[in-house]
């Protein structure tokens, strides 16, 4: 796989994609979704306040009407945009093994980045997975 810029700076190619990654592609909204794991929606969307008590109950049902269900739009967008560019990869080599590309606007970037940190941060709760600051023991 590789990454390269248009010569104009408008357009990202990620190439040399086998069937393998751009299935993985078309995965991540599957793996960027919280709702089978209340950790990773807690992760997602976790409450404005810490060890909040009943003072702070009004400000948290604000959060939840107005912040949260913004948040899940903003998401979902992300999501919608990495599946409409994903879903123009086109088949760059046939032989001896299939090679696909993916263009993208560089202006889709910030939402490819939310969605594919969506997806890590649903798995890594949802899996149990270290967090990239206690590293791994092995």
């Keep these: 796989m590789h990454i390269t810029k248009s010569e104009d700076g408008k357009q990202l190619m990620i190439g040399g ?3 393998t990654e751009l299935e993985m592609l078309r995965g991540v909204r599957d793996a960027a979704d919280p709702t089978a ?3 990773a929606e807690h992760r997602l969307f976790p409450a404005p306040i810490a060890d909040a008590d009943e003072r ?6 604000d959060w939840k009407e107005f912040v949260v269900p913004d948040l899940r739009t903003r998401f ?4 919608d945009q990495l599946d409409r560019d994903v879903s123009r990869a086109h088949q760059v080599r046939k032989l001896p093994m299939k090679r696909f590309v993916v263009e993208l606007k560089v202006e889709h970037l910030e939402q490819w980045y939310s969605a594919l940190n ?3 941060l649903v798995l890594q709760e949802k899996y149990k997975l270290p967090s990239e600051n206690t590293g791994l023991s092995l």
């Design 118 to 120: 969506q997806a890590r």
């Design 56 to 61: 702070d109950f009004d400000a948290i049902a």
């Design 37 to 39: 794991c209340p950790e």
């Design 76 to 79: 979902d967008d992300a999501l």
């Design 17 to 19: 994609l086998g069937e």
